[in-house]
């Protein structure tokens, strides 16, 4: 395997009944602000116990962050956090509200131009206030990681950004709060983590038997556990597996030493931009598209992936095939489609996300091999 440094500080408070623990993670003296999305909390009883937990603790709150968190909406928070004085976030919410939080949090302390700098020119983050988090979605795993994803509607941009200043100081993870979660989320988690995985795992051998392993036992998982939750998507203990599984297809441990690929990332954020689909839509639609593709290059990995979470035999090319359409049937039992046309997209409508990593003269994949021609026949493959 490759040389790697691991790190990761995040506090993980895990179980019903962990919001209990809140109050005594909240740093004293300081002035927090509460920062929230478009209302779930304040229906499933999460807003009331997370008051609960700030009272007598100088606190402002902000809410309003939209799923695929804006940029303008983040910079008035920022706003309002500089004249009062913020000094800590606390995010209730899922990714978008972490996401936006950590890019409010370095955009704080940016000295010099526009923080969009830290998304559209990679300029490093070099200090951020500190984040504690309540996960209410697993999906993103964004509560174990310093990674942010921000839009800009107007400029049709939806960009990340990564810095371990970002990483939430705490976050307490309550699988009983994701039991009001729509089916739709619940299915983009259960995809979002498997993509997570996959874009990890499913390059070339580096002799990695390991993380390899762990890859396979977070897929198996979020298998196992989309079986139960369609059955009964009020299974605790199913939500408590989802949970932790999704957190750990990014919290860092899987990719240690291996090569990746976020190519399903990059092209899926780009049609995001273009068409507002949810995010875990996009990479329903591009991940098995991609897998044929580019089998000439990830065809061993494929072939073990097949075997070891699909139990599929047979020649090389019968497990690729066999392979690519377990992993598209599993999107769309989880419920999320994997063609354009479920999303009435043509490829026409999407080919500007390939002109558009063109123009940044971008090649992605683990080998630079994915262009424009490449992103092109993977729509047609997904249409
Ligand atoms: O805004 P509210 O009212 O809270 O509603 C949200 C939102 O509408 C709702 N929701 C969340 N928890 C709920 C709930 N509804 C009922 N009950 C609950 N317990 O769910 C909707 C989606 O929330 P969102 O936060 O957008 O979902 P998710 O966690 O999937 O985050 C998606 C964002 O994360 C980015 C994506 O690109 C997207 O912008 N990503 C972040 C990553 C990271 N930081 O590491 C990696 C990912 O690959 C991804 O790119
Ligand atoms: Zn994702």
């Known amino acids: 395997m490759k040389d790697f440094i691991f790190y990761n500080p995040v506090k993980v408070i895990f179980g019903s009944n962990s919001l209990d623990q809140l109050k005594e993670q909240l740093p004293a003296d300081s002035k927090i602000m509460l920062v929230f999305g478009e209302g779930s909390i304040k229906k499933n009883g999460v807003y009331d116990k997370v008051k609960a937990a700030l009272e007598g603790v100088d606190h402002i709150e902000f809410g309003g962050i939209t799923p695929n968190p804006e940029y303008a909406t983040c910079m008035e928070a920022v706003k309002i956090a500089k004249e009062e004085k913020v000094t800590f976030f606390l995010s209730v919410g899922g990714g978008s509200v972490l996401d936006g939080v950590k890019f409010i949090s370095a955009a704080m302390k940016f000295e010099g131009g526009d923080p969009w700098e830290i ?71 259960i995809v979002d983590a498997f993509v997570h995985v996959m874009e990890q795992y499913l390059t070339y051998d580096v002799n990695s038997p390991l993380q390899d392993r762990q890859s396979e036992a977070i897929l198996l998982t979020l298998v196992e556990v989309a079986d139960v939750l369609k059955k009964d998507p009020r299974d605790l203990a199913g939500r408590a597996n989802l949970m932790w599984a999704a957190s750990n297809a990014l919290n860092g441990i899987i990719n240690c030493g291996v090569v990746q690929d976020w190519s399903t990332h990059v092209i899926g954020h780009e049609i995001t931009a273009l068409h507002g689909l949810d995010h875990a839509q996009t990479l329903a639609i591009i991940l098995p598209a991609l897998m044929e593709n580019q089998k ?60 558009k990593l063109k123009d940044k003269g971008w090649m992605i994949g683990e080998h630079e091999a994915i262009g424009y021609d490449e992103i092109k026949s993977i729509l047609n493959i997904a249409k």
């Open 119 to 189: 998304l559209s020119k990679s300029t490093p983050v070099t200090d951020a206030l500190p984040i504690g988090a309540v996960l209410t979605i697993p999906a993103t795993g964004s509560e174990v990681n310093g990674n942010s994803v921000v839009s800009r509607r107007e400029i049709g941009e939806k960009l990340a950004f990564s810095s371990p200043l970002v990483m939430p100081r705490f976050s307490i993870m309550d699988p009983s709060v994701t039991l009001s979660l729509p089916w739709r989320q619940t299915a983009n988690g």
């Open 296 to 355: 000439k290059h990830k065809g061993a990995k494929i072939v073990q992936y097949g075997k070891r979470v699909w139990s599929l035999a047979g020649s090389d090319d019968e497990i690729i095939a066999g392979a690519i359409k377990k992993t598209k049937e599993f999107f769309e039992f989880a419920g999320n489609p994997t063609t354009l046309s479920a999303y009435k997209l043509t490829v026409e409508d999407c080919l500007p996300a390939a002109q």
